[in-house]
Every structure is written in C-alpha cells, then in structure tokens.
Nanobody
Framework: QVQLVESGGGLVQPGGSLRLSCAASGSFFSIDVMGWYRQAPGKLREPVPQITSGGTTYYADSVKGRFTISRENAKNTVYLQMTSLKPNETAVYYC?????????WGQGTQITVSS
C-alpha cells in the first residue's frame, strides 16, 4: 500500500503565497511522476504541475511563472510553491504519484484564496 501525506494548505489573501508538500511512503521501488491536481466546487479535477523522476516539469498554462514544483527523490516528497494566488484558485489540491503504471492520490488539502 501507498500512503500520501499532504500538508501546507490553508487560507491566503489574493496575491499571497503558499507551499504544499506531499510525502509518499509504502511499497514501491521508485516513483515515476509526482504532481498536483486541484478541484474547485462544481468543477472537474484538473492537473496543475507534474514532475518526472528525471526532473522534467509540466505546468498548466494558468500557473506558469507563478507555481514551481520540485521533488526530493531520497525523501519521496514533492513540493508545490505557489505565488500570486488568485481567488479562482480556491480548491482542494491533491497530490498524485505514479509508479509501475499505478496512480495514487492523496486525501487533498483545501486552499482558500480570499481577503
């Protein structure tokens, strides 16, 4: 089994910053892709950024230049640094990891961008 523990969510003012982290533990040899998704009320879950084991990153156009994803392979941990947050980015943010073709999700952490 795989466990993903997310942390770092909360309330932030528009234009503010937050940093999320997600630590993976369990039975796996190595993680292929780590990433973050978000789901706002009434909307579909959407990818935000992903990062491969080799460090290649993919960002949704809406967050390019404002969000930065990174990972520490030795700790099986992925981070998401978010800046210039907007009210419409209020959502539950989910950590996701893929290994051996299997997809695994964290429990989600709420981020609310509001003044």
């Amino acid at each position: 089994q795989v466990q993903l523990v997310e942390s770092g969510g909360g309330l932030v003012q528009p234009g503010g910053s937050l940093r999320l982290s997600c630590a993976a533990s369990g039975s796996f040899f190595s993680i292929d892709v780590m990433g973050w998704y978000r789901q706002a009320p009434g909307k579909l879950r959407e990818p935000v950024p992903q990062i491969t084991s080799g460090g290649t990153t993919y960002y949704a156009d809406s967050v390019k230049g404002r969000f930065t994803i990174s990972r520490e392979n030795a700790k099986n941990t992925v981070y998401l640094q978010m800046t210039s947050l907007k009210p419409n980015e209020t959502a539950v943010y989910y950590c996701n990891i893929t290994f051996s073709g299997m997809n695994n999700w964290g429990q989600g952490t709420q981020i609310t961008v509001s003044s």
